[in-house]
């Protein structure tokens, strides 16, 4: 639960038309498969201790051949020293990691394509949070009890949908659309009176959801008004810059909203009408708002509740 401090707000005599804002959502790109190795050289610990032994041949031979006793023993001693040497650094180079392995020709051990890959992606991803109103694991629960544990084919699509709609917050309500014209076969399929109405409450759920403003699934579940700290009556706060706290809970999909602050008289005619910006509430998130207020001069009580946001709110001004 998060809190805001945004001591702005928009006043008006009335009501006030707010946008709506549509977002798109995308397909998921499948992974891309990685090329096969292509054959490569490099350094190799036999191919160096060959060299080092026929360069050793090859100089004491000449030095055998070439110069007479003492002399050619002399220049061999120095050969072989050289060649113990160089053996010795390599045997260092080798356990260093310098010299590798051949390198192997062939496909990986395991090659999957890119739907797979791409279904995997989709499997693993994670849930994002579903408003009550269109949450149907329990009923999805008690279909599988009223079928013996066996649902029908014909439920392969509202299962498919479903998942759809858990796994992506974009373009939910296209997505409950689709569900709900997946649900109309099942309808057919019940066999008790209990589940029939169960079936028909979905539908009716989806369809309030897919007709409905984000906001109208937002509340204001408390609020209060307070000067100096202290909780006060409208009627004790008119003519002054008054503290208000309220609580919104959001009870459907994440939306920008604002609390709307309509100020009425002892009849109950409104006065004046402020918009207090709360910013992003998520879905099944509550969020406190604790900002300033004019209080009109003839206000005596005042109905708390919210509004779709507007891009931008002007300072309160009276």
Known sequence: MSGSTDDTARTDGGGATRGTR???GGDVDPEPVEPEPTPESGPNLAAFLLTAGGVTAVFIAIFVFAFPEPINQYFAGIVLGVTVITLIVGMVLDLLGYFGDEAKVGVPDEVESSEPAQLESVRKRPNKPLPKQINFDDEIRQLRDHFDGDLPDQMDAFLTEYEKLKSSSQNRKVVAGSLRAALNPIAALVTDEETEEMVDEMGDQLFAYIKADPVDNMV????????????TPIAELQTEQARIKATVHNKGDSAKAEVAVRFKNEAGVPVKTAYLPVGEVVTEARKELNTSVYVPSLATAAD???????????????
């Open 22 to 24: 549509d977002t798109s």
């Open 220 to 231: 204001v579940t408390e609020h209060a008004f307070y000067t100096d700290g202290v909780q």
């Open 304 to 318: 708390v509740f919210v509004v779709r946001a507007t891009q931008d709110t002007p300072v309160l001004d009276m």
